[in-house]
């Protein structure tokens, strides 16, 4: 009669062999519930794209609030300028003759606007970039529940991936002509990445996750 021993079972695999129901060597099981190849390389599950949508909702908010809050005189000042062109504009139509040009508008509020971005900028950064190295999370992904991680280990992003992540992010995005195209392209990349990552991820090597992964 065969005994288990005599077939194979109990005894101990080849070496270098992994063993039944074991992950190979340098692998890890992926958290219960991830979706297959949506998790980081040691196997934590990537964050859900609309929560993050919901999260940079958030924190834009946050942003654009404190910036024309500092930025006051500047948007008053763009105003201004449009509430003169209008009233110019307004005028010639009235009188019968050619429009102004509007490059008379773009102009004047030229300066100041290039300021308000320059201001929105550093709010953003002011913003982030300690967020993400001390906490790994803004308001926003506090209050999704999601948080940035380096890809390669678990952990806080150091201060380079925070300040690369956060120009991959943003400041790339506000460069003129080509800054709106790649904002889009930006949040439209974890859609595909097989990592859930956007381009700023990619970037920085840092993924977000949920800040309480499924056990």
């Keep these: 009669m065969t005994t288990p021993d005599d077939a194979g ?4 695999p080849p070496y270098g062999q992994p063993a039944y129901g074991q992950p190979a060597y340098g692998q890890a099981y992926a958290p219960y519930g991830a979706p297959p190849g ?4 040691d196997g934590m599950p990537t964050s859900n794209p609309w929560r ?3 999260a940079w909702i958030i924190d834009a908010l946050i942003v654009g609030t404190i910036t024309a809050i500092i930025g006051l005189p500047l948007l008053r000042s763009i105003l201004d300028g449009f509430r ?3 009233d110019q504009v307004r005028a010639a139509a009235e009188a019968g003759a050619p429009t102004p040009p509007s ?3 773009v102009d004047s509020v030229s300066g100041d606007l290039y300021k308000f971005v320059v201001l929105q900028l550093l709010v953003s950064a002011v913003y982030q970039i300690p967020l ?3 906490l790994g999370s803004t308001v926003g992904k506090l209050a999704l529940g999601v948080r940035v991680r380096p890809l390669a280990h678990d952990g806080l992003p150091s201060w380079g991936q925070a300040v690369v992540r956060w120009a991959g ?3 790339l995005a506000a460069v003129p002509t080509i800054g709106v195209l790649y904002r889009l392209l930006d949040s439209l990349w974890l859609l595909w990445d097989p990592r859930r990552q956007c381009l ?3 970037i920085a090597r840092t993924a977000v996750v949920d800040r309480r992964p499924p056990r």
């Design 84 to 86: 003169v062109y209008f």
């Design 169 to 171: 992010q943003d400041l």
């Design 132 to 134: 993400h190295k001390y």
């Design 9 to 12: 079972y109990g005894q101990p």
């Design 200 to 202: 700023h991820d990619k």
């Design 38 to 41: 949506k998790t980081t390389p």
């Design 52 to 54: 993050r949508l919901a």
């Design 103 to 105: 490059t008379a508008f």
